[in-house]
């Protein structure tokens, strides 16, 4: 159960690093460099979606996926129709810091049918978009205003009442290209404040930022568009987060 494997790796204190796979922005040969990459630099999970995907590749994505690595992959959906049933599991995104009834729950009704039927784990996520210095694909696509990068008690009380609703994890999402990540003011007030599990994902493109987001209290660190672009991009960040993991042995 992935579920159970974000719980334990946060009750050991140690970090993760989710690759996210965009399908519109990857060819076959280009996927099946980023999954040997993935396995060889420790990747723990494969995040895969996006905030549109206008091609059929969804389905291809996750075969190679699975047929290539033993690394979990759990859908990030962008709607109710990006569902594969042979993903290992899937991020049911509220997304909790807008006021777009339709993904607050309007499309969750829609896909429950569809989820219920699969194989699928599902992973109740309070999604959480943070300003990022400049409008992204998903405050288009959700038609929803980011939570001001500069008012952490407001992330915090967002994440709060998604725990107090029951979402096993929140995921605060600077969004795909973003010129800045989420702050760590920020992830440090919104981990202080709950015991879900802390995903931390949108702009983080160096070590800089990578070290930045798990210090400040990120379990579970997403890197995208930079790692595709550049492979050395998901070595560099693996290595920091193994050595957060190897400085908790050691301490």
């Known amino acids: 159960m992935v579920l159970n494997l974000f719980k334990?790796?946060?009750?050991?204190g140690k970090k993760s690093l989710a690759l996210l796979i965009d399908p519109d922005d990857i060819n076959k040969s280009g996927l099946s460099a980023v999954i040997n990459a993935a396995i060889e630099n420790r990747v723990d999970y494969f995040f895969v979606?996006?905030?549109?995907?206008?091609?059929?590749?969804?389905?291809?994505?996750?075969e190679c996926i699975k047929s290539q690595s033993n690394i979990p992959c759990v859908l990030f959906p962008g709607n109710a129709i990006h569902i594969h049933s042979d993903a290992d599991a899937i991020l049911f995104l509220s997304l909790i810091s807008g006021r777009n009834p339709e993904l607050l729950i309007g499309q969750h009704v829609v896909a429950a049918p569809v989820i219920k039927r699969s194989r699928l784990e599902v992973?109740?996520?309070g999604y959480m978009l943070i300003h990022s210095g400049k409008p992204t694909s998903v405050s288009y696509m959700s038609n929803t205003q980011p939570i001001p990068n500069d008012k952490p008690s407001l992330a915090v009380s967002t994440a709060m009442a998604g725990e107090m609703l029951g979402l096993?994890?929140?995921?605060?999402?600077?969004?795909?290209?973003?010129?800045e990540p989420v702050p760590s003011k920020m992830i440090k007030a919104?981990?202080?404040?709950?015991?879900?599990?802390?995903?931390?994902g949108g702009g983080i493109n160096t070590t800089r930022k990578a070290k930045e987001a798990l210090e400040a209290g990120a379990d579970i660190i997403v890197i995208g568009n930079a790692a595709q672009k550049n492979l050395s991009v998901l070595a560099e960040?693996?290595?920091v987060v193994e050595y957060f993991n190897q400085e908790l042995n050691v301490n």
């Open 8 to 12: 334990q790796r946060v009750r050991e």
């Open 49 to 62: 979606g996006g905030s549109l995907i206008t091609t059929n590749n969804l389905s291809s994505v996750i």
């Open 123 to 125: 992973i109740p996520t």
């Open 168 to 179: 096993q994890c929140i995921y605060l999402d600077a969004g795909s290209g973003a010129i």
């Open 190 to 200: 919104v981990k202080r404040n709950i015991d879900s599990t802390l995903i931390v």
């Open 237 to 239: 960040v693996s290595d």
